[in-house]
């Protein structure tokens, strides 16, 4: 061969294996860098010291809460007693068979309840029941209880008078006339059926169509009613309430917790719902003691201050208390109503319930005093 050969690991040879040396050391070099700081972390969570989780902080103390107003109305269902009184007979005043019998939807003053021997029988509610016939001149309790009667039936009459005028005499011989009675004024007590009330229901009637009836004996009997409603376990409020029963609504005067109001009663006992208990009551199915379901409602709504239970102080009767407000202020309410953790309540001194914004709370409260 010409020329001179050239030595083993020399020329290109040689310089790549010096940058595979290079590779290598950087390789390694990197790997302890790596290695350093993965140590150096280590160290650092191992020296530094726990810190709590935000949860398991120290509780912040709550000294004050903002409050809102909403109208109060009160709504709430209740359960009312009603005192009933006894059934009553009714006595008829007429002799003869019965050829008409209105009876069926009830008995109502100056209308007619039956007819015997073709004349009207009258039911007539009168403060004294009637006992004798009526003639102009006549004096007495029963001749006033007549005069009032027609006078409230739209008739003449001569009102609070104890004697049965020509007034009088016109006024009966108008209410005979448009009942279907020829008459001259004098008030045969044959024509009349004493009621209770102003309107009733009859049971175990006897005057049907048919039937011969007599003077002095029962054609009828009035099943007892309402003359009083109490509201059951009832607390008193300082504001008028509407007492519903059964549809029918009054006004519960501010401080009660019943009512006596005749007309109310009355109503209620006509009710459906009402006979139909009434009904179960006589036959001993149902116990009247246990109540009536009603609904109670303030008659005006007023402003209430929607606080947090905690706010209120002095509140152990839950009949009122007082409220610390922001600025210190000692502001005395009556708690008028409750919801879960939040009294509802009312300024007694006069203060607009809008002007309290915030409630002091917790320890801005301790030793609070509402004297």
């Known amino acids: 061969m010409n020329g001179t050969p050239q030595a083993a690991g020399t020329g290109p040879q040689r310089r790549r294996g010096a940058r595979d040396r290079r590779r290598v ?27 709590p989780p935000e949860l398991l902080s120290p509780a912040r103390q709550v000294t004050g809460a903002p409050v809102g107003t909403q109208e109060y109305t009160g709504s709430q269902q209740v359960t009312v007693v009603p005192t009933v009184s006894d059934s009553r007979r009714l006595l008829g005043n007429a002799s003869g068979t019965v050829t008409a019998d209105w009876s069926g939807s009830g008995l109502v003053s100056g209308r007619a309840a039956y007819r015997v021997n073709e004349r009207a029988v009258v039911a007539l509610n009168t403060a004294t029941p009637l006992y004798r016939d009526l003639h102009p001149g006549d004096v007495g309790q029963d001749a006033l209880a007549v005069n009032n009667e027609l006078n409230r039936l739209g008739y003449s009459s001569s009102p609070d008078s104890t004697t049965f005028t020509w007034y009088t005499q016109m006024g009966w011989r108008q209410l005979m006339i448009d009942r279907g009675n020829e008459s001259d004024g004098t008030l045969l007590l044959a024509d009349t059926l004493w009621i209770p009330a102003g309107s009733v229901t009859v ?17 009828g009997e009035v099943p007892g009613a309402i003359t009083r409603l109490d509201i059951k376990n009832g607390q008193p409020a300082a504001q008028d309430r509407t ?39 006589v036959s001993g199915t ?58 509802l309540v009312r300024p007694t001194d006069g203060t607009d319930p809008a002007a309290i914004g915030t409630v002091a709370l917790g320890p801005a409260i301790a030793g609070a005093s509402c004297s």
Do not use: H, Y
């Open 25 to 51: 050391s950087l390789t390694w070099l990197l790997l302890a860098v790596v290695t350093a700081v993965a140590l150096a972390v280590g160290a650092c969570a191992l020296l530094l010291p726990d810190r």
């Open 203 to 219: 049971s175990n009637w006897e005057a049907v169509v048919g039937a011969v009836v007599a003077a002095g004996s029962p054609v």
């Open 243 to 281: 007492l519903t029963v059964f549809g029918q609504s009054v006004t519960l005067p501010a401080g009660t917790t019943g009512v006596d109001d005749a007309a109310f009663c009355a109503q209620v006992t006509a009710t459906s719902e009402f006979q139909t208990m009434l009904q179960g009551s």
């Open 286 to 343: 149902v116990d009247l003691t246990a109540g009536l379901d009603a609904s109670l409602a303030l008659v005006t709504p007023i402003t209430a201050l929607r606080v947090p239970a905690a706010a209120v102080v002095g509140a152990g009767d839950g009949a009122g208390g007082c409220i610390v407000a922001q600025d210190g202020r000692v502001v005395p309410v009556a708690i008028v109503g409750a919801e879960l953790g939040v009294s």
